[in-house]
């Protein structure tokens, strides 16, 4: 199947939105937070008539802080987007995995006017991805007994700092914008 057709079966935002059952009000708090720094970078997006496919599940931690973000500069881009869940589309998944074998979330692919990648983006930025891995070292083996509770204390870390930590959002809009501008 083609990019323009996988296009034209996704959900809409508002779609997405409405039927999301984990992480919403996360998303939101991000999103009414969350101020687009390099407006003008994301405009010059517009004469690119682009549109985005946009691989995610709202129970995702990554998409939570992520799409405010894309949701932002795509607004500021004239970038229409098209919303799939993952498990519900593992065939346009499986085109975008990532280092070839995870299927991590968000992907934001960009498509053109002919249904052309221009540009994909994530799961996340380059310097987040650097902080959650020094973050993880700190954790015991997978077959430590403590693991279980850690690993739940991690993950409720990375949220509460995915929503709170404006650097982070800044940081996820510098490698969004260095990936879409060319």
């Not at 034209?8 to 996360?26: F, I, P, Q, S």
Request: net charge negative; with cysteine; charged share 25%.
């Amino acid at each position: 199947m083609t990019l323009n057709n996988w296009f034209n079966k996704g959900l809409t935002e508002e779609e997405y939105l409405n039927a999301m059952t984990v992480n919403r009000d996360n998303m939101e708090k991000v999103a009414s937070q969350y101020i687009l720094k390099d407006a003008d970078k994301a405009k010059s997006l517009q004469p690119h008539n682009l549109r985005a496919l946009v691989l995610t599940a709202d129970w995702c931690g990554d998409a939570m802080m992520n799409l405010p973000i894309f949701m932002a500069i795509a607004k500021e881009a004239n970038i229409k987007a098209a919303y799939f869940i993952r498990d519900e589309n593992l065939e346009l998944m499986d085109q975008y995995l990532t280092n070839g074998t995870a299927r991590s979330i968000p992907i934001i692919v960009l498509i053109d006017e002919n249904g052309e990648e221009f540009a994909k983006w994530g799961p996340r930025a380059v310097k987040v991805q650097t902080m959650v891995d020094e973050k993880r070292k700190e954790l015991p083996p997978q077959e430590d007994p403590a693991f279980e509770t850690v690993i739940k204390e991690f993950y409720a870390m990375i949220g509460k700092l995915y929503t709170t930590d404006s650097t982070l959002w800044s940081q996820v809009e510098e490698d969004m914008l260095h990936t879409f501008v060319k």
